[in-house]
């Protein structure tokens, strides 16, 4: 009877390890959403939080003259895909030199809406970091976290950090 008993504990406690193997608070079985969140990735601006999310195979930049055009002021792999407005898709990127940068394509190679650029050297909350203006007026600017929609030629958000009029 004592051989039966160990070995009944022996399986239960085996199950309880198996059950307890790779648990987590979170829901898809990774790691838990509050501590990814609470540390930015080294070397990318913290104030730009569409950065800080893993990266997705959307997120990769087009092979077009616009984007190949950042690539030398790009840190490898920091782009994130954040969005189509009136059929022109941007991009958000680190700046090796601190700063950010916004790449913009659209399907028709004659569109105005081919282009990148970057600025700064740094990334302050609440602050418009770049913007690109074209010859009807049209303005595209690159924002950080926690921007708000100011003065009589204000901005609004298309696409995360991505705001225009």
Do not use: K
Request: proline share 8%.
């Amino acid at each position: 009877m004592r051989t039966l008993t160990t070995l009944c504990a022996a399986v239960v406690m085996a199950t309880v390890t198996i059950g307890m193997t790779g648990c987590t608070d979170a829901p898809d079985g990774g790691t838990p959403p509050s501590a990814a969140a609470a540390r930015p990735t080294p070397g990318l601006p913290e104030h730009l939080a569409i950065l800080h999310r893993p990266f997705a195979a959307t997120d990769a930049l087009p092979d077009t003259e616009a984007a190949a055009s950042t690539l030398d002021e790009v840190v490898l792999n920091s782009q994130r895909r954040a969005g189509a407005w009136h059929g022109t898709t941007y991009w958000v990127a680190a700046a090796s030199n601190g700063g950010a940068c916004l790449i913009a394509e659209n399907p028709d190679p004659a569109s105005p809406d081919n282009w990148a650029t970057c600025g700064g050297t740094d990334v302050p909350a609440a602050e418009v970091l770049v913007t690109v203006e074209g010859d009807d007026g049209h303005r595209v600017s690159l924002v950080s976290d926690g921007y708000t929609n100011r003065g009589p030629t204000a901005l609004h958000e298309v696409v995360p950090n991505v705001w225009g009029n």
